[in-house]
């Protein structure tokens, strides 16, 4: 018996000996800096910085390597942290949120075609470019929505996807997978924005969406600072509606066909009626 415990007892000895050797042999040197811009990271994990985690993206930043303004959910707080840490000046960032640039639902713009396909805006837009009417309008079958690691969009009942601008953290990754390059990225600072995305003319815009943008160029004559027309689309031109002037507000009010919104306060519903049904 005491034979059985001296020679395990000795068998545990040396596995230890052997373990504490390996540890300190093959340890992997943790750089300070990376520890603590991994604490200060927000832990997302969400890719934004084009690493796969926040880790890589803590290391990658540690060795200099890369900037340290690149992860989006941290926002302009998480930056000066980082630039504290690596002994850089703090660096301005200015946050951005996601907008889809699109009001035209089941309700209110038409549709070429019922596709009853698998539920992903790619697929759907593989189909004849998809089936809604206006090129550039929402497919609404959630694509963006199932993307966004932050569950900040969401579709409505009538198939268009709407962003929150209080979870978006401005991380781009449900801009490139739209198939209709209908998600913009905006400054947080302009809560203004043309919901629409259709360069055609006015006059086939009306035939198929009743929010569209019909480029009537009212918005330009009240505000000629903070909105551009081109290609037939209006847009707002956010260098100089940071701020909105009472022009700005002028032409949310005198908009034809209401596509202009401030998102802060919430919008105002718009009216739901069916568009004219097209010529043939
Ligand atoms: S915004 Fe783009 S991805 Fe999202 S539902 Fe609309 S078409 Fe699909
Ligand atoms: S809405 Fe787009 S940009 Fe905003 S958090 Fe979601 S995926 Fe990122």
């Known amino acids: 018996m005491l034979e059985a415990i001296l020679s395990l007892g000795g068998v545990g000895f040396f596995a230890a000996l052997?373990?504490?050797f390996?540890?300190?042999k093959f340890a992997v040197e943790v750089d300070a800096r990376e520890a603590a811009i991994l604490e200060v990271l927000p832990g997302?994990?969400?890719g934004a910085c084009g690493f796969p985690g926040c880790g890589g993206y803590a290391r990658a930043v540690a060795s200099g390597a890369?900037?340290?303004?690149l992860c989006p959910p941290g926002g302009p707080e998480t930056v000066a942290r980082i630039a504290r840490i690596i002994g850089v000046a703090a660096i301005a960032v200015d946050p951005q949120v996601a907008v889809v640039i699109c009001q035209g639902d089941q309700q209110r713009a038409t549709e070429k075609y019922r596709y009853l396909g698998i539920s992903d805006c790619r697929a759907a837009q593989k189909l004849a470019d998809g089936p809604k009417t206006c090129p550039g309008g929402c497919l609404g079958l959630g694509t963006c929505a199932a993307i966004c690691p932050f569950g900040a969009i969401t579709m409505t009942d009538q198939h268009l996807a709407v962003i929150d601008r209080d979870k978006c953290v401005g991380c781009r990754k449900?801009?490139?997978p739209c198939p209709r390059q209908v998600i913009k990225m905006t400054p947080r600072s302009v809560s203004v924005h043309v919901l629409c995305n259709s360069h055609d003319k006015g006059a086939l815009v009306r035939q198929y969406c009743q929010v569209g943008c019909i480029a009537c160029q009212l918005c330009k004559k009240v505000a000629p600072e903070a909105y551009v027309i081109e290609d037939f689309l209006a847009r707002v031109d956010y260098r100089h509606a940071v701020k909105?002037?009472?022009g700005v507000?002028?032409?949310i009010e005198k908009c034809p066909t209401h596509c202009i919104r401030d998102d802060n306060p919430p919008p105002a519903p718009v009216p739901d009626?069916?568009?004219a049904p097209q010529a043939a």
């Open 244 to 246: 909105p002037t009472a």
């Open 18 to 20: 052997a373990l504490g």
């Open 66 to 69: 890369v900037a340290p303004e």
């Open 44 to 46: 997302a994990n969400c």
């Open 273 to 275: 009626e069916k568009p």
């Open 174 to 176: 449900c801009v490139e």
């Open 249 to 251: 507000e002028v032409a």
């Open 22 to 24: 390996a540890a300190r």
